[in-house]
């Protein structure tokens, strides 16, 4: 079963390097579960859409608004992970989003530095109470493009962003400087450990040259108290309801009986965060 919710050491890592990797957040047959219904899912794979990196590669993924009573929701819903994100976030939190990226082997985009601020900001979140959890399907090793983050950069506030391929991208400029001045992290992942991150971390993932996977589910929060002045293809404050982590297992064993039909899926022609950015070469060329 989950491990229950982050401790204070862990939040006190949190605050201060902008993220904190909980080991074994979930354990085998969770993951093993999951796994397996997001490999064998139609409805998942049909809703899936391409992100283009800018680099010559795709980054596959699937996205959707409301965690619903599917296994994944029970997973974005269970108690250990939403009361973690609201000891994070100091109070109650709703769900933002969830997605599963699907970094194929050979095939897999990398994902370009940027800070998840830097595209949510644009959808009327004023202030930058939002976290982000990313659960491992797979192995996350540098071979197969594990997440790599700065530590302590969400201290440097809300970096601007452009359009870089598909992707809101951070400006390079400033990034080189911050690398030159802070420490670049190799996120190395079981399936299972969940990485806590701030919406103001750096964080960029390579493409995957290997011959193994690297999916991964990220579950998106959002402070109650930080409910969008404006309507947004991600939603405003909707009441979440947990649930135990006991969930999981069972709904993972009833899997094929889910329903999609709760879960507000969002296709990429739907997807404005990065699509409102101006392009480098608009910003250049006014």
């Given at each position: 079963m989950a491990s229950g919710p982050l401790n204070e050491n862990q939040v006190r890592e949190y605050e201060e390097n902008g993220f904190v990797l909980a080991k074994g957040f979930?354990?085998?047959?969770?993951?093993?579960?999951?796994?397996?219904?997001?490999?064998?899912?139609?409805?998942?794979?049909?809703?899936?859409?391409?992100?283009?990196?800018?680099?010559?590669?795709?980054?596959?993924?699937?996205?959707?608004?409301?965690?619903?009573?599917?296994?994944?929701?029970?997973?974005?819903?269970?108690?250990?992970?939403?009361?973690?994100?609201?000891?994070?976030?100091?109070?109650?939190?709703?769900?933002?989003?969830?997605?599963?990226?699907?970094?194929?082997?050979?095939?897999?985009?990398?994902?370009?530095?940027?800070?998840?601020?830097g595209y949510w900001y644009q959808n009327g979140v004023l202030f930058p109470l939002l976290c982000s959890a990313s659960i491992a399907v797979d192995p996350a090793t540098r071979e197969n493009g594990c997440l790599q983050v700065i530590r302590g950069s969400h201290g440097l506030g809300r970096i601007d962003h452009v359009l870089t391929g598909d992707q809101a991208g951070a400006d390079m400029d400033r990034v080189n400087e911050v690398l030159k001045r802070m420490e670049l992290v190799y996120v190395e992942m079981d399936p299972g450990d969940t990485l806590f991150f701030d919406c103001n971390l750096l964080h960029r993932s390579d493409q995957n040259h290997s011959d193994q996977p690297r999916w991964s589910m990220i579950c998106c929060y959002n402070a109650a108290s930080n409910d969008p002045y404006?309507?947004?293809h991600h939603p405003r404050y909707t009441p979440l309801h947990k649930v135990p982590d006991s969930e999981i297992r069972a709904t993972g064993l009833r899997r094929f009986g889910d329903t999609q039909s709760d879960v507000a899926w969002l296709h990429e022609s739907k997807d404005e965060s990065a699509r409102s950015l101006k392009s480098q070469d608009q910003q250049q060329n006014p």
């Open positions: 979930f354990d085998a047959e969770e993951i093993g579960l999951l796994r397996r219904a997001a490999k064998e899912d139609r409805e998942l794979d049909q809703h899936s859409f391409g992100k283009g990196d800018g680099e010559g590669g795709t980054v596959r993924l699937s996205l959707w608004n409301h965690p619903g009573d599917t296994l994944y929701g029970m997973f974005a819903r269970s108690e250990s992970i939403v009361n973690s994100a609201e000891k994070l976030l100091g109070g109650e939190v709703y769900h933002y989003h969830s997605k599963m990226i699907m970094k194929d082997p050979k095939v897999g985009g990398a994902w370009t530095w940027h800070q998840d601020y404006k309507e947004s």
